[in-house]
């Protein structure tokens, strides 16, 4: 279950070497990932928090591997996996690709939690939307 979109570099997120600062690697990545979760999963982060139910990251890894430039276009996929061991998270496996090539890759590890807090969870009507995707061995 993969899921792609396009972006362009903009001019403020270069940094004073010409290239994309690596802040923005994230930031496009989550962009992408929000809008998969929302897209394909069905879970609205806006009304979710309304209904006290919270999605958030508790870790993720990034490899740099060659740089963007202003107005490079490139490619954002995300693909969902469960967790291997049972636990209740989700991982979220991320690439930026340009013509073809891998820019950066990551995983991005998250779950759910009451927004009165309380111990991290999966809702049921968000595992149904994911129940075809393959365990993440970490």
């Known amino acids: 279950m993969e899921y792609l979109k396009n972006y362009t570099v903009a001019e403020g997120h270069i940094d004073v070497q010409g290239i994309m600062d690596g802040l923005y690697y994230p930031?496009?990545?989550?962009?992408?990932?929000?809008?998969?979760?929302?897209?394909?999963?069905?879970?609205?982060?806006?009304?979710?928090?309304?209904?006290g139910v919270f999605m958030v990251l508790s870790e993720y890894s990034i490899k740099f591997i060659r740089s963007?430039?202003?107005?490079?276009?490139?490619?954002?996929?995300?693909?969902?996996?469960?967790?291997?061991?049972?636990?209740?998270?989700?991982?979220?496996?991320?690439?930026?690709?340009?013509?073809?090539?891998?820019m950066a890759s990551a995983v991005f590890t998250g779950t759910c939690i009451p927004a009165t807090g309380g111990r991290p969870y999966l809702p049921e009507e968000l595992k149904a939307n994911f129940v075809d995707a393959p365990s993440l061995q970490l």
């Open 27 to 51: 930031f496009y990545m989550e962009e992408c990932r929000h809008a998969f979760i929302k897209d394909i999963l069905g879970f609205d982060f806006v009304q979710q928090a309304e209904n």
């Open 68 to 102: 963007l430039k202003k107005d490079d276009n490139f490619d954002v996929n995300c693909a969902v996996y469960t967790d291997a061991q049972g636990l209740p998270r989700l991982h979220f496996k991320q690439s930026i690709i340009k013509n073809g090539k891998i």
